[in-house]
């Protein structure tokens, strides 16, 4: 029995803040991974090929052991998590290499997760707040006469999931999505995000006015944001966080006029 059984008490993990980086602990695991399955040298020579270095003069077991060490070192991070998707077993022993990788993932404080050998973003305090996935949700509305705008949201949601991501991209699609929704909506070839929401949520009211105005400065921030929705004039950086929260915005207000505006989908 563990100590952490014999005490009831569970390990604190860090927080899963960790992206596009590889920590020592996940290089490690990979590297005991491929020597496992493929022998030092096959494992030498799978890691050599990533880094485009022939390793076919190395065949002293401590000289493959210490130039493997080597190159696990030089591989960047995206290399390891490659390889760890490439060489990932067979769907009989997927299960149980998903649990040891997402062990290592935790135990690091990596936002990652495997899931039938494929790598994905890791949202816990999404999942805290019951919103972790809800970017989603607008693809399960966006049927029928709004099928043309699905590619968009979809393509969004894949920037998002990407790794690594592209906040941009998943920010410039969700939008175009939004709108594709609106031009449908209202009929027209060409309406701006900000004219449509203007005109569709407007009320005597003072709260449903600003609702549209909130929706028109969406609008306004993508088309501000340097390289999402026009050309990059400076390098300006978007967080995976900021990008999914546009992603989510556009997702609900999606939703919310396919089902206020329409009847018959």
Request: net charge negative.
């Amino acid at each position: 029995m563990s100590l952490e059984s014999r005490l009831g008490v569970a390990s604190r993990q860090p927080d899963r803040t960790i992206v596009e980086h590889a920590p020592q602990v996940l290089r490690r695991f990979l590297r005991e991974h491929l020597a496992g399955s493929l022998g030092p040298k096959g494992a030498l020579t799978v890691v050599g090929a990533e880094l485009d270095e022939d390793t076919s003069d190395y065949n002293s077991p401590s000289w493959v052991a210490n130039r493997l060490d080597e190159l696990m070192a030089d591989l960047d991070w995206l290399s390891v998590y490659r390889l760890l998707e490439e060489h990932r077993p067979s769907r009989r022993s997927l299960a149980a290499y998903d649990t040891e990788v997402n062990v290592v993932l935790a135990r690091a404080g990596v936002a990652y997760e495997m899931v039938e050998g494929e790598f994905h973003r890791l949202d816990e305090t999404g999942a805290a707040f019951g919103v972790a996935g809800g970017e989603r949700d607008a693809l399960e509305v966006l049927v029928g006469r709004f099928k043309p705008a699905r590619e968009h949201y979809l393509l969004a949601v894949r920037a998002l999931d990407a790794i690594p991501a592209r906040p941009k991209d998943a920010i410039r699609e969700s939008v175009n999505a939004l709108e594709g929704v609106l031009k449908i909506i209202t009929g027209r070839k060409s309406v701006s995000l900000g004219d449509a929401a203007s005109e569709l949520v407007r009320d005597t009211t003072d709260w449903r006015n600003a609702l549209g105005a909130s929706l028109k400065s969406l609008y306004g921030y993508v088309s501000s944001v340097p390289g999402a929705r026009h050309s990059s004039y400076t390098d300006a950086e978007v967080s995976n966080d900021e990008a999914a929260l546009v992603v989510r915005m556009c997702g609900a207000a999606i939703v919310y006029f396919i089902d206020e505006h329409t009847i018959d989908r």
